[in-house]
């Protein structure tokens, strides 16, 4: 398939090597297609989206969907993000969002974010899911004293607009709390999210839909798609599926030749995570970083970062436009470079792993779930801009309900399809483009 991006950065053979692979190395294999299967709903991509959706089906609607993954259950971005259940699936600004769609749209929205963050949670208990949740909502924080009265205005509006919980936390509580860092000056705690395990949840949530009723086949990427009178053909390596129903989850792994009518409809961007080694408790003291909460700068190409349960420090960004292998490395180093500037006491703490991958992003910065009006049967569900854990899980079970005329919970501007972008062939340019004017709204900032 046709991709943006350097093939290893699409190619399943590559190896992933994140810290949440090695936490779990008994997670099942599932088997390729052989052969043609007929179902009422075929779902391509075997991520949060792609599971939540089928799990949705079986448990909810007594559909026993058929998933395909090229590679096997959250190879791409659901098992090897920052493991933040948060809000937070636009780049829209909420004032913008509010201007643009209107203020009960936009609540209808928020509501959603948060639904979608006790979605995970009501999953993960059902299931008896094992996916070492830490922390108590997150923190969002700010890397220069000139931002520091830009927080407190957006936790008041947040307060005015949604009824949020968020608060202000100065830096002096910053300290107390365990979250000590020169380089961090104010934040403020949204008391609604969580870290965890993206590896297990994700491979645990693929068990669970599993048991439930859903066929899933791994080492099965769909080559071809085809109509034949009211059925979809999707065919793979050794096999094809006859679907009255087809939904695309592949979010920034989808290929621009899947389907005609969706090539040039979203941008893959890169993120990069850094893993220390375990640290001690005095080595956590000596910086006074010793909260679990996951935080975030908000810087436009924003780092994420989180202590793990084991005492490592995992550090995340954006920011590369390239996969090309040498070029990745290269941006591995930046993030490196971010987390020693961050965390002057632990400048010679070693940097255990390494990886990247892609998240998705919409040419108009929100989320998309949804049907297309003249392709009867295609859905589609993808576009969370780096936030996919907690509103994959939540748009898997609102395609599912799309689907079977169940409860709509979505707003109306996420139904459409992802708008295409203009002249889509020069998005890695104005990728490009975006991130020299975000990194240098960041320097001035």
């Known amino acids: 398939m046709k991709h943006l991006y350097h093939p290893t950065a699409l190619d399943p053979a590559t190896p992933v090597p994140s810290w949440w692979r090695d936490t779990r190395t008994d997670a099942p294999d599932y088997p390729a297609l052989d052969g043609d299967v007929e179902s009422e709903v075929a779902i391509i991509g075997g991520g949060y989206t792609g599971l939540s959706a089928a799990y949705h089906l079986a448990r909810d609607h007594g559909i026993e969907a058929v998933v395909l993954e090229r590679a096997y259950p959250?190879?791409?971005?659901?098992?090897?993000?920052?493991?933040?259940?948060?809000?937070?699936?636009?780049?829209?600004?909420?004032?913008?969002?509010?201007?643009?769609?209107?203020?009960?749209?936009?609540?209808?929205?928020?509501?959603?974010?948060?639904?979608?963050?006790?979605?995970?949670?009501?999953?993960?208990?059902?299931?008896?899911?094992?996916?070492?949740?830490?922390?108590?909502?997150?923190i969002s924080l700010a890397h220069k004293p000139s931002l520091v009265d830009g927080l407190k205005e957006e936790a008041a509006y947040m307060a005015r607009t949604f009824g949020a919980r968020e608060t202000f936390v100065p830096k002096e509580e910053l300290v107390a709390q365990g979250l000590n860092s020169p380089g961090l000056h104010a934040g403020v705690a949204n008391p609604v999210g969580f870290g965890l395990n993206p590896w297990k949840y994700v491979t645990g949530l693929a068990a669970a839909t599993a048991k439930a009723g859903a066929r899933i086949f791994g080492n099965t990427e769909v080559i071809h798609w085809s109509r034949e009178r009211a059925k979809h053909v999707l065919t793979t390596p050794r096999g094809r599926v006859r679907a009255a129903k087809v939904l695309i989850a592949t979010a920034g792994y989808t290929g621009e030749d899947l389907h005609p009518d969706y090539a040039g409809r979203i941008l893959p961007a890169l993120s990069s995570i850094v893993v220390t080694r375990p640290m001690s408790q005095a080595e956590l003291d000596a910086q006074?970083?010793?909260?679990?909460?996951?935080?975030?700068?908000?810087?436009?190409?924003?780092?994420?970062?989180?202590?793990?349960?084991?005492?490592?420090?995992?550090?995340?960004?954006?920011?590369?436009?390239?996969?090309?292998?040498?070029?990745?490395?290269?941006?591995?180093?930046?993030?490196?470079?971010?987390?020693?500037?961050?965390?002057?006491?632990?400048?010679?703490?070693?940097?255990?792993?390494?990886?990247?991958?892609?998240?998705?992003?919409?040419?108009?910065?929100?989320?998309?779930?949804?049907?297309?009006?003249?392709?009867?049967?295609?859905?589609?569900?993808?576009?969370?801009?780096?936030?996919?854990?907690?509103?994959?899980?939540?748009?898997?079970?609102a395609a599912a309900r799309a689907m079977t005329g169940g409860i709509d919970e979505r707003p109306d501007f996420i139904r459409r399809p992802p708008p295409k972008f203009p002249l889509p062939f020069l998005r890695p340019l104005y990728l490009r483009g975006a991130y020299i004017g975000y990194g240098l709204r960041d320097s001035l900032s």
């Open 74 to 138: 959250g190879w791409g971005g659901s098992g090897r993000n920052g493991g933040f259940c948060c809000m937070g699936s636009s780049k829209m600004p909420w004032h913008r969002m509010v201007g643009k769609f209107g203020l009960a749209e936009t609540q209808r929205f928020w509501r959603s974010q948060k639904d979608s963050v006790e979605l995970v949670a009501e999953i993960a208990t059902r299931e008896e899911l094992d996916i070492d949740r830490t922390g108590t909502g997150e």
């Open 288 to 397: 006074g970083w010793t909260s679990t909460t996951p935080v975030y700068d908000i810087r436009y190409l924003l780092h994420y970062f989180r202590l793990l349960p084991d005492g490592r420090m995992m550090f995340g960004g954006r920011g590369g436009l390239s996969a090309e292998p040498a070029l990745l490395r290269r941006q591995q180093d930046n993030i490196e470079a971010a987390f020693r500037a961050y965390y002057p006491a632990w400048r010679e703490v070693e940097i255990t792993y390494r990886w990247s991958g892609l998240l998705c992003l919409a040419q108009d910065l929100v989320p998309h779930v949804g049907a297309w009006d003249d392709q009867p049967g295609i859905y589609f569900a993808m576009c969370y801009h780096g936030n996919g854990v907690a509103m994959g899980t939540w748009s898997g079970r």
